[in-house]
Each structure stands twice: as C-alpha cells, then as structure tokens.
C-alpha cells in the first residue's frame, strides 16, 4: 500500500526548489554575460525585472521559459509521477513567489503572472507528459534468449 514519507516529498520538494533557482541563476550568468548587463537579485525576485519594453525584461523572460523547460525534466528525475507533477509545479511556484514577496514585495505587474502561469503550464504539460512516457513503457518481465 502507500505511505506517507514526509521527509522523502520533503526531499523532494527541496531538491526541485534548488534545481530551479540553480537553473535561473545559470541563464542569468550566461545571458547577463552575453548582453553585458550586471547579474542582480531582482532578475529573480523583482517583478519589474520582468517586461515586454526592454532587452533586458526580454531575456529575463526567455530565461523563465528555458528554466520552466528544465524543470519539466527535473520533474522527470525528481518526482517521476505524472499525477505528482502539478502539485510540485505548483509547490515551486508558491515558494518562488513567497520569495518574491518577502524581498521584493507583492508581483504587482502583469508580465509576471502571466509569465508564471505560462512558466506553471509548461512545467507542469511537459513534466506530466515525459513522466506518463516513462509510466506507458512495457515491462519486460523476461527476455527470449535461445532464439525461439
């Protein structure tokens, strides 16, 4: 039967947390690197590091959406249950926006929450879509090896 393994989904749930702000640290470095902009905590945290008027807002989007990508991999490794997928998702992002919260104040525009429901959808879609592959794959109980 099931049971209930807190510190196993705990685990789980600190091991997504760290791949995601690792990922959104490493796009960062690379596309402030290659843009010539200055790495900051308010790419992560800030809402107003998120906008459609700059260069800068732009890549800062496209790193959310390369991450959201890498995540749904994560997922893959991490959680490996299709079912599980959203509710991590959405455990990722509630702690991401209590981070934002809590050093940079209420998201209060509208680039971030659609980015991040855009960012939920596609980890959540391809999470759940890699992991039911995994979940869908014959077992092979055993293999014919004579021949016939």
């Not at 690197?33 to 890549?59: C, E, H, M, Y």
């Not at 991490?78 to 209590?98: A, G, N, Y």
């Not at 104040?105 to 980015?115: A, H, K, M, N």
């Not at 991040?116 to 890699?130: K, N, Q, S, V």
Request: net charge negative.
């Amino acid at each position: 039967g099931f049971k209930f393994d807190a510190l196993y989904i705990t685990s789980q749930i600190v091991t997504m947390q760290c791949l995601y702000y690792c990922s959104l640290g490493t796009m960062f470095f690379i596309v402030d690197r290659t843009s010539n902009n200055p790495l900051s905590l308010d790419q992560f945290f800030s809402a107003q590091a998120i906008s459609v008027k700059s260069l800068a807002g732009w890549l800062t989007i496209l790193s959310h959406l390369t991450v959201a990508i890498a995540c749904a991999g994560y997922l893959y490794f991490v959680v490996e249950r299709s079912k599980k997928c959203l509710d991590f998702t959405i455990t990722c992002f509630v702690l991401h926006f209590l981070g934002c919260l809590c050093l940079r104040g209420f998201p209060s525009t509208i680039e971030w929450w659609v980015l991040a429901g855009i960012c939920m959808a596609i980890m959540t879609l391809l999470g759940e879509w890699l992991c039911m592959k995994r979940e869908l794959q014959e077992i092979t109980l055993m293999e014919n090896t004579d021949g016939g």
